[in-house]
């Protein structure tokens, strides 16, 4: 058998050649036998069998035409491959100009998607339809370089009777693959075809040195569209620091991505980014949308999440996507425990207390409310609780991070937008944020993030009392309670003319300021032992019990994560303890590492007695829940003798 690509080495004995491929063809195709062989190639008689299994006409006179034009327009319009190579053949056909052959460039299917030639060859080439949109995948056409070298994966010249069709013997064509440079997939092919009585060896090395030229432009258009795939990442964290984002090229591989989208995605690596049912449908959205440019959103429930897609766009063409990620606000169910004075909100220290009671007193009355506070002080939590509270609780409560949008998209997520609006926007327009919220609660989270100039915007529908959604001129009135949350200094944002003082004082009628845990330690075991019991349901595990010790660390350590920190701690824990005990060796090792410090950090006033005695009264108050009485009684010294030492060892304020 002869393993070559070639279908000639010289043009000697030309004529004797294509006789003895006519011979053979006969052989095959009419007396159904297998030509000796010496006399037949490997892949022209592994494409002759595939083209039987096809049930190729092998009298078929002319290739079928598939694409109509308009699908060929959007075909190369999306075409990186047209783009890239068409003036690549151009220029080569410069050269070639006069020697009666034709260049096409076709893409994987096999369908002729660039066609450059002499003009009285490209009439004869008519006939058999080798014309631009024809399909000449060997399913279609038969054996032939397009086809041959598409489906072997490899260049090939396929010369006369080689061709499975009749009506394309009178031709030599000559085809070589192109391969994307980075996914290293087959993405289309060059071919040049001639008359087969002038055929020549070395039409297959002009066509592999096309292929290569061009393999090395897509490499190079690659490194540019990298390039600015990654500057559009970069410039959206610079802005958008809060939000988790992602950028993806066209064919949705993830370029760039923060680490916390594997956690709010519930997944281990970016491989398994398209695993999950709901968030493979979007990928096909994805790819099957022309819409140009892109902008939708998209609800991940299951996972509880939210993606805001845009698409990128270079020299207006689509060369990717950025996914900003937002976790859709979820609440803890209404608890009847007496200590939770608002729905969802733990704390009985005296700082707590006097908050829950304003909350209380401001969930009635229809008044802006600003909570503020360093993050994880409970801010969300605290803004569903004066909702639940409110006569309003039966109505929607609905919660928008201002910082985790891209801010182009924040004024269409608030007012929403009349159908018509945006390309690739829901074409029966949408509502946005504050219709949502009518006769409810709308949480405008992440408030110092807002972009100034929408904050105009805000102001105004403060003060009337109604929206215009973007596209429409009509205004629609609404009847919405307004909290603001921010974890930022407000009126330093105000000083470096970041956020308008005018809606700072609409917003901050009210304002609610959540103390941090390290102001109010005395709700450490409480919060403790109610996460842990929380948890133990989630994780459905008995509920552990909490070693002294470990909350005289929690009492000594500054919480700077504040109760999500907490939190975190406790999930690991509940996760990780032995026996149902919750020791110092449950916890992460991220906080041990703090313990030494936490510790040495003593009252450098006490003897080492006066430790020893401060810590015992301290476990004392923790284990009758603050029962002064019963601490005296098991210490044996008078009330008014412990009262001095809790003064002396300034322990009130694990008491408040
Ligand atoms: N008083 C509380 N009682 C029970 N759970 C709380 C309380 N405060 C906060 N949490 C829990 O701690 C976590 C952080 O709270 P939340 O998201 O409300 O903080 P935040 O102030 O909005 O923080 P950030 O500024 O980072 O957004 C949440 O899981 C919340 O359920
Ligand atoms: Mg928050």
Redesign the pocket.
Known sequence: MVHSQLAIYSTDDLPHKLKQLENNWEVFMSENKIPGPQNIRTEVLKSWKRCKQYNVDPLQKQSPILIDENQFVELIGKSKLYSVSQPIIENLYEQIRGTKHLITLSDSDGRIIYLKGDYEIEDQAQEMNFVIGADWSEKAAGSNAIGTSLAAGKPIQILSSEHYCQGVHPWVCSAAPIKDPLSKKIIGCIDLTGPSAIAQPHSLTVVRHLTNIIEQNLLTNSYHILEHLQQTYDELKSKNTASKIMVLDESLHVIHADHESLDLLKIAHWAQLWSHDEMLRLKNSLLDSNAHPYKWEWDVSSLGVKIFIQSIELESKRIGFVFCLEKLYQYRSADSSSEIALQGVIGASRAMKTIIRKAKIVSNVNVPVLLTGESGTG??VFAHGIHKQSSRKDKPFIAINCGAIPQHLITSELFGYESGAFTGGNPKGKKGKFEEADGGTLLL??IGEMPLELQVHLLRVLQEKEIVRIGSSKPIPLDVRIIA?TNKNLTRLIEDGRFRSDLYYRLNVVELQLPPLRERKSDIPLLSESFAAELAKTHQKPIPAIDWNVLQFFHRYDWPGNIRELLNVMEYAVLFNENNRITLNSLPHSILDKKEEAFSRKDKRLSTLEEKEKEHIAQLIYETNGNLSEVARRLDIARTTLYRRIKKYNLGNILE
Do not use: N, S
């Open positions: 801010k969300e989270d992440e949350a």
